[in-house]
């Protein structure tokens, strides 16, 4: 059955980071700044590139960088308040954009006041079970060794039934659906509960859980999921551009063919949590080689703010280490720097072609000829035909594949003539080919 997600290209935002907002909270700072809403002069900008939702990294109460909750029923004092939210949602609405909210269950912050209850109560307390004992302060596990981040005990029925309210609350305001922080940590048996109560009120919701690595599948039918994160194609991309091994990326797409039999995953090349990819490819001229894989394979795409900018930005592991992929953007597009329209047209031109082939979502991939440095990829689904040619060595190459029915609908340099060798590939460029005269 067709959703609204099949048609579904994300534009993902960290408001945090993009609105300027200071790196730590400050308990009843007032006035509210309102800074959410400076996200809707960028919402027609969105629109333009080719996308049909906006993705928000977390925007509810937290501590520092939004990830260690405090209250997950109110907006981020940095960022604003109800009113606020409620009017970012409609004006999304009204531009045809759907509203995907980041959701932490994994884990709160130290502040969270049932964490501040338990550690007061003692460990036997009804406010202690909300939370695993470990080896943290207090006597609780804490989240892959961030102290400041305690884990939830999700074998606990009270945290269940906050989970289903805050998610139900949201979704009643506007929201489309949830990405699912962390969404590894937790037993698949509590999202499937979860999702199943959260669907009876709102049955068209979508759930995609960050799942780094283990087995996509069954986190999607054992959880009760309608999508994960694909990390294991997002390496791909890049280091086998990097490599020069495209015989990497092909493996990972017949691997990504078997998912696809089960569920449209979440494709990107770049989020809030990876160097960008600007930063990551060794050589600049592969950057678009990277979107039109993105955009060309089945998957529900998700694009990172900046990187439609060619923005630069290394993530480093040490405290402050996410803020320089995590910038804040202008007040308005005008405002941007020229030298990354170049880019943005590409991302338009590419998320364009999607649009125009919506059953790419469900495609599955073959790579008809594979080189080290030249790849053809050949994307099908019903009677849709895509095949896109990727070249990154030092000379021209002519691909060994039929495009005889085939014209040029994208490339480095544009789209093509009508007396343009489809099959060939100038250095270092890529090709879309569609059927057409």
């Known amino acids: 059955m067709t959703s ?81 939210f409620d009017h970012l949602v409609a004006q999304a609405r009204r531009r045809g954009l759907r509203v995907l909210l980041d959701g932490v269950f994994n884990h709160v912050g130290r502040g969270f006041p049932m964490f501040t209850r338990a550690l007061a109560e ?134 990504h063919n078997g998912l696809l039999e089960v569920f449209a995953p979440m494709t990107f090349v770049g989020n809030h949590d990876v160097t960008r990819l600007a930063s990551r490819l060794a050589d600049p001229r592969h950057l678009g080689h990277a979107l039109a894989v993105l955009m060309t394979v089945g998957g529900v795409p998700s694009l990172y703010y900046g990187d439609e900018q060619a923005f630069l930005g290394v993530k480093e592991e040490r405290a402050g280490g996410d803020d320089a992929i995590r910038p804040a953007f202008p007040d308005g597009p005008d405002d941007l720097a020229s030298h990354g329209m170049p880019v943005y047209r590409l991302h338009q031109r590419l998320a364009g072609l999607r649009r125009r082939h919506p059953w790419l979502v469900r495609a599955r991939t073959e790579a008809e000829h594979v080189a080290n440095r030249a790849l053809a990829l050949r994307s099908r689904a019903g009677t849709g035909e895509v095949v896109t040619l990727l070249n990154i060595g030092d000379d021209a190459y002519r691909f060994p594949v039929d495009v005889s029915k085939l014209t040029v609908a994208e490339s480095c340099a544009g789209a093509g003539g009508p007396d343009e060798d489809p099959a060939l590939v100038p250095a270092h460029g890529w090709r879309v080919l569609v059927p057409g005269p």
């Open 122 to 255: 003692g460990p036997g307390s009804p406010a202690a079970r909300w939370f695993r004992p470990g080896d943290g302060a207090g006597g609780f596990a804490v989240f892959e060794g961030h102290d400041h981040l305690v884990a939830l005990n999700h074998a606990e029925p009270a945290v269940l039934d906050h989970v289903v309210r805050v998610m139900g609350h949201w979704l009643g305001r506007g929201a489309s659906g949830w990405r699912l922080d962390a969404a590894y940590a937790v037993p698949r048996a509590f999202w499937r509960e979860a999702v199943t109560r959260v669907r009876r009120e709102h049955p068209d919701a979508w759930f995609a859980g960050e799942v780094i690595h283990g087995d996509y599948a069954a986190y999607v039918t054992e959880g009760g999921l309608d999508s994960v994160t694909q990390y294991e194609l997002w390496k791909a991309i890049w280091s086998s551009l990097n490599d020069g091994n495209f015989f990497e990326l092909a493996w990972a797409l017949d691997r």
């Open 4 to 84: 609204w997600s099949d048609h579904a290209i994300w534009w993902h935002v960290y408001p945090l980071g993009f609105t300027g907002a200071p790196p730590t909270a400050t308990p009843g700072e007032a006035p509210v700044p309102h800074r959410l809403r400076r996200l809707e002069s960028w919402l027609d900008y969105a629109v333009d590139l080719g996308c049909s939702g906006l993705q928000l990294g977390p925007i509810f109460a937290s501590e520092t960088h939004g990830y260690d909750t405090v209250d997950h029923f109110r907006v981020d004092p940095r960022l604003g308040d109800d009113d606020d």
